[in-house]
């Protein structure tokens, strides 16, 4: 220690220029890397414009580099607001302090990124006052804006990209590389973290969630836009799933006021604001509350399916009531009036989250007979052109995961006039696993209808278990159908987080539910192989992870694929920044050519 320390010591001689002088640019603190080559370091001499506050600092930005890679924007923290309010918007001003980077220490939280920032700013010294700092105005070449498809280089680690399972195989901030900002999301907004930045024309992704954040893309080069103006989960043009890297979070405005309320398609003049890791995302965090030029409709078209009286045609739905529905819950009425004017009612309906009779309480009730008819009653009155029947199997008490009391289940409406249950085998208790037979009339039926596939099965440990139905039609038709309801995402973490590829919280779970639904599906296929088969719900899955899906592989069929709706289009879900799908109808070869007939 002593030799080492005398050795640099006499360096520091020899160069004879005292270290605490040396004047260091924001660019040099950035660096071209995701962590700060300067990382621990006391610096001093930094100088800055100071762009904005916030109620935890200010941020100050220099002069850009040659080399884009560095960013010239830099976030300094200070809790003192003797120290905040040393410097207005539009002081020059030089300073020392720690380079650091942060993230919240809450162990929730350990998935966020690393945000470089200066702490225990000291020798704040004010060298001019009233200057003005242009923001940097993104948008397409020449100028800067995000890439459309991939986060991160660490991502590219298996075919489904950033939904690739395994996940959390590396860390961005372990690797610190240097960053790529023509290349990935992650190291284009790196890039620009704490520059004051304006997004052209932002159109609103989604709609804004408790804090009044939402997503934008601005007007520069996007890929997967929809009719409503959101941006769809869909595979890129590299064969990967494309993250859309092109949107950004905007923040809670700087100087107090409220966002507006949002919805998808929204538009908005310029935002201009500092760009900041936090909460697992980069923001741009506007200086004021955005101003709104256009407002589309925020209401869906209804369904152009009608309902038929042809025996042979029968129109299904697939509906997660979300919320967990009871018999007295408030959205009962909206739920039916979707069910009878936006999806037309259709004959045979795949619910997903029916609750128990008593909804909530946790008093061992496990029947939702009420809760059904009270829904198929609310949708008459709704103007539903029929009156539903329903079935359902009922649970064991609090072993299905959601809301403690509530035992929400699958369970099918159904028109009798067109469909009704096929009759024989009894309708099956929570225990009893559901298997495919040949009945003593030599047709395709099933040991309980409807009954629980594999429920024992510890995929299913705190699941929803899914139910398998045979029906059969007034022209003497057969057809079987599952309805499933697989774990949640529920804790998923920040797509554009720290571990790469992103947690997918749960997946191997839904991997290994969607392999018993195959094998399932085997079984009954192998006894009648022209059998059709509606296998339809919630998996909790995007399509896009192909990994968890791969055991329909040449089994069953997306509809979606089927009917050729367009990519774009394919999304019953808005999260974050993505217009995406986690409900899907995957039916057998027969029901495919069924088609036109
Ligand atoms: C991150 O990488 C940069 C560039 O290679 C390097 O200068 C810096 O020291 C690294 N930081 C840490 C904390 O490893
Ligand atoms: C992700 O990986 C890290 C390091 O290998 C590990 O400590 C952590 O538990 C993993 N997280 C999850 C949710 O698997
Ligand atoms: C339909 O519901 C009615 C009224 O609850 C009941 O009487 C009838 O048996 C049901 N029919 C079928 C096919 O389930
Ligand atoms: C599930 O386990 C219970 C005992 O815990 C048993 O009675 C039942 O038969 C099992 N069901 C199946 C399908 O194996
Ligand atoms: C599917 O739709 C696209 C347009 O969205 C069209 O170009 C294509 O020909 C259609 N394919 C089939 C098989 O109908």
């Not at 398609?265 to 955005?290: E, M, R, S």
């Not at 079984?523 to 059998?531: E, T």
């Amino acid at each position: 220690m002593q030799i080492s320390f005398s050795s640099m010591w006499s360096l520091l001689c020899l160069v004879s220029i005292p270290p605490l002088a040396i004047a260091v640019k924001i660019t040099d603190i950035q660096g071209p890397a995701f962590l700060s080559p300067l990382l621990g370091q006391t610096v001093h001499d930094v100088t800055g414009t100071v762009t904005a506050k916030s109620s935890t600092g200010f941020y100050i930005q220099g002069e850009p580099s040659s080399d884009i890679r560095e960013s010239y924007g830099l976030f300094v923290f200070s809790d003192s607001s003797s120290v905040r309010n040393s410097v207005s918007t539009g002081d020059s001003i030089s300073l020392s302090g720690v380079v650091s980077e942060f993230r919240p220490s809450s162990s929730d939280d350990q998935t966020f990124l690393l945000g470089t920032e200066l702490e225990s700013p000291t020798n704040i010294k004010i060298l001019s006052t009233g200057n003005t700092v242009a923001p940097l105005l993104l948008g397409p070449s020449p100028r800067r804006s995000p890439p459309t498809q991939q986060f991160s280089a660490l991502d590219l680690v298996g075919p489904d990209g950033w939904l690739s399972v395994p996940n959390n195989q590396s860390r961005v901030d372990t690797v610190n590389a240097t960053v790529q900002p023509d290349e990935f999301g992650l190291d284009f907004w790196s890039s620009l973290e704490g520059v004051l930045v304006t997004v052209p024309s932002p159109t609103a992704t989604d709609f804004e969630n408790s804090f009044g954040e939402f997503w934008v893309y601005g007007d520069w080069p996007i890929t997967g836009q929809n009719s409503r103006g959101g941006i769809t989960l869909t595979f890129g043009p590299d064969g990967f799933p494309d993250g859309n890297p092109e949107t950004v979070i905007i923040g809670s405005p700087l100087d107090g006021t409220d966002n507006p309320s949002i919805s998808v398609g929204k538009k908005f003049k310029d935002i201009t604001g500092v760009v900041q890791q936090q909460f697992g995302f980069f923001y741009v965090i506007p200086l004021t509350a955005p101003s709104v030029t256009s407002s589309p409709s925020t209401t869906a078209p209804p369904t152009t399916l009608t309902h038929s009286t042809d025996a042979c045609v029968i129109t299904i739905g697939d509906y997660n009531v979300r919320e967990a529905l009871a018999a007295f819950h408030f959205s009962i009425p909206q739920v039916a009036d979707q069910i009878a004017n936006f999806l037309k009612t259709p004959d045979l309906i795949f619910l997903q989250e029916i609750q128990d009779n008593s909804g909530p309480t946790d008093d061992g009730v496990v029947a939702a007979d009420v809760t059904l008819q009270t829904l198929a009653n609310a949708i008459t009155a709704a103007g539903g052109s029929f009156a539903y029947n329903f079935t359902e199997v009922i649970s064991v008490n609090d072993q299905d995961g959601g809301e403690i009391g509530g035992n929400i289940r699958p369970a099918y409406l159904f028109n009798k006039d067109k469909v009704t249950l096929v009759e024989g085998p009894p309708v099956g208790g929570p225990l009893d696993g559901n298997q495919p037979v040949i009945g003593a009339d030599g047709k395709l039926t099933l040991t309980f209808n409807p009954g629980r596939i594999d429920p024992n099965n510890t995929v299913w440990d705190n699941a929803r278990k899914p139910i398998a139905a045979a029906w059969q039609t007034t022209d003497g038709n057969r057809f079987f159908t599952i309805n499933l309801h697989d774990t949640a995402k529920s804790g998923g973490e920040p797509s554009q987080g720290d571990p790469r590829p992103p947690i997918n919280t749960d997946v191997t779970k839904r991997a290994g539910q969607v392999q018993v639904i195959a094998t399932f599906a085997q079984a009954l296929l192998a006894l009648d192989p022209g059998a059709s088969l509606i296998v339809a719900g919630d998996y909790n899955e995007f399509v896009q992870t192909r990994s968890v899906f791969a055991p329909f592989n040449n089994i069953l069929f997306e509809v979606d694929e089927i009917a050729n709706i367009s990519i774009v289009e394919r999304y019953t879900y808005v999260f974050d920044n993505e217009n995406e799908q986690l409900d899907h109808i995957f039916v057998s070869k027969a029901v495919i050519e069924r088609q036109g007939k």
